[in-house]
């Protein structure tokens, strides 16, 4: 069984935080890898103007990651899911020879109550959460917590991770990264023209994945 950890998004574009807190949650759960789920569209963001094509994300997400462990992916594409937990479902089914960790930031577990079916993916694996700053006091406030904080298992043994049942639910302390995709888009709203035209090969499908002509 290969340890992979999850970390979804729109990579919108991957940055620098990304890749550190990465690195960082896969020494603190002793992660063989780490995919990172370039997201073909978020339902949360619906109608974002800003969202640059899946290409253009996905190939800022390699750039980020050479030479790491990190294998950035489009598979939501391939599977044909909209929403997590049945991307989360399909994945689990087509690689049963992985144990799959989900990460996410505090930032998303304090909106969690609204992802559909939220419950469901804390039944489906394991999550670690990693603080951000301005953001945990909400996390730990956030209506998810009301079910989930009975889950909880200490950051001293996130080592077993791969033991536990879940639900189950750790915290990672992390240093504050002020580094944000929105900062990006402000200084550079045009950067994903540097990757215009040009196909990207996935991570862990293999599969070209190319601008709409």
């Known amino acids: 069984m290969k340890a992979t950890g999850l970390l979804g ?29 370039v997201s073909p569209g978020n339902p949360l963001k619906a109608g974002a103007k800003d969202m640059a094509p899946l290409p253009a994300r996905l190939a800022s997400a390699k750039k980020l990651t050479r030479r790491t462990r990190i294998q ?14 049945d991307g989360l479902r399909k994945l689990v ?11 996410m930031g505090a930032d998303n577990l304090a909106q969690f109550h609204r992802w559909k079916d939220w419950r469901k993916i804390a039944r489906l694996l394991p999550i670690a959460v990693i603080s951000r700053p301005g953001y945990d006091d909400d996390a730990f406030a956030a209506p998810a917590m009301a079910w ?17 049942s879940t639900p189950a639910l750790t915290f990672l302390r992390y ?24 196909c990207v090969r996935d991570a862990v499908t293999h599969r070209l994945i190319c601008p709409e002509e």
């Not at 889950?151 to 536990?164: E, I, K, L, Y």
């Open 9 to 37: 998004g729109s990579f919108n574009p991957a940055h620098g935080a990304h890749r550190s807190i990465s690195l960082f949650a896969m020494d603190a759960l002793d992660l063989d890898e780490f995919w990172w789920l």
């Open 72 to 85: 950035p992916t489009a598979i939501e594409q391939d599977l044909g899911t909209r929403y997590t937990y």
């Open 93 to 103: 089914r087509r690689y049963p020879k992985r144990q799959f960790i989900w990460i």
């Open 148 to 164: 989930l904080r009975r889950f909880v298992h200490p950051a001293s043994q996130r080592g077993n991770w791969t033991n536990w």
């Open 175 to 198: 240093r504050p990264d002020p580094r944000s995709a929105t900062a990006i888009r402000m200084a550079r709203p045009h950067w994903h023209k540097d990757y215009a035209k040009r």
